[in-house]
T-cell receptor, first 115, second 117 residues
Framework: AQKITQTQPGMFVQEKEAVTLDCTYD???????LFWYKQPSSGEMIFLIY??????QNATEGRYSLNFQKARKSANLVISASQLGDSAMYFC????????????FGRGTSLIVHP | EAQVTQNPRYLITVTGKKLTVTCSQN?????MSWYRQDPGLGLRQIYY???????DKGDVPEGYKVSRKEKRNFPLILESPSPNQTSLYFC????????????????FGAGTRLSVL
């Protein structure tokens, strides 16, 4: 069974609007970390945001925020005020602190921002 | 500058010709890992290492070998490459658990695009 599920292969958003990229996860480890990475067309992996399983508040990093719903095992990425440069692949990943500690990734969501 | 360096960045080879993709990090990280990325499948773990001389299989280890003789280096070896190993490969590193704070993010190399004909 997949540990990380990203159900949106592709998303479109208008410039300056907000967009939510979905991510659900599955783990029995009480301590884990959730990550979002951005991969532009150039291919590099860019870390965006982190949420720990014990964090009480949703993580925010500039225009990125993570909507963490622990009971639903959901960790959606919200990008506010989309920019053309946000067009990229976005990957959700989970690290189980009691497991291998090497993150497992979802299949990714391709985001295209229209002018 | 803190970085993970992979070489080569691009490689075209033929079936059966042994190749090695090198990975080196300068951050004194204990944990290193290899992923392959394929369209629609995301990044999948190939092998990972938690210390010198300690390696473990990930989700898709068939057809690959690794070694960790030094802390900074973690080469990926394809002894007899096949076309289904055509992919984008990433090396990554991170500090061991319990250090580096709760976030302790992975640092990725720039990737190696491999084509096996």
């Amino acid at each position: 069974a997949q540990k990380i599920t990203q159900t949106q292969p592709g998303m479109f958003v208008q410039e300056k609007e907000a967009v939510t990229l979905d991510c659900t996860y599955d783990t029995s480890d009480p301590s884990y970390g959730l990550f979002w990475y951005k991969q532009p067309s150039s291919g590099e992996m860019i870390f965006l945001i982190y949420q720990g399983s014990y964090d009480q508040q949703n993580a925010t990093e500039g225009r990125y925020s993570l909507n963490f719903q622990k009971a639903r095992k959901s960790a959606n990425l919200v990008i506010s005020a989309s920019q053309l440069g946000d067009s990229a692949m976005y990957f959700c990943a989970m690290r189980e602190d009691g497991g291998s500690y090497i993150p497992t990734f979802g299949r990714g969501t391709s985001l295209i921002v229209h002018p | 500058e803190a970085q993970v360096t992979q070489n080569p960045r691009y490689l075209i080879t033929v079936t059966g010709k042994k190749l090695t993709v090198t990975c080196s990090q300068n951050m004194n990280h204990e944990y290193m890992s290899w992923y392959r990325q394929d369209p629609g499948l995301g990044l999948r773990q190939i092998y990972y290492s938690m210390n010198v001389e300690v390696t473990d299989k990930g989700d898709v280890p068939e057809g690959y070998k690794v070694s960790r003789k030094e802390k900074r280096n973690f080469p990926l070896i394809l002894e007899s490459p096949s076309p289904n190993q055509t992919s984008l490969y990433f090396c990554a590193s991170t500090l061991r658990r319990g250090t580096g704070g709760p976030k302790n993010i992975q640092y990725f190399g720039a990737g190696t695009r491999l084509s096996v004909l």
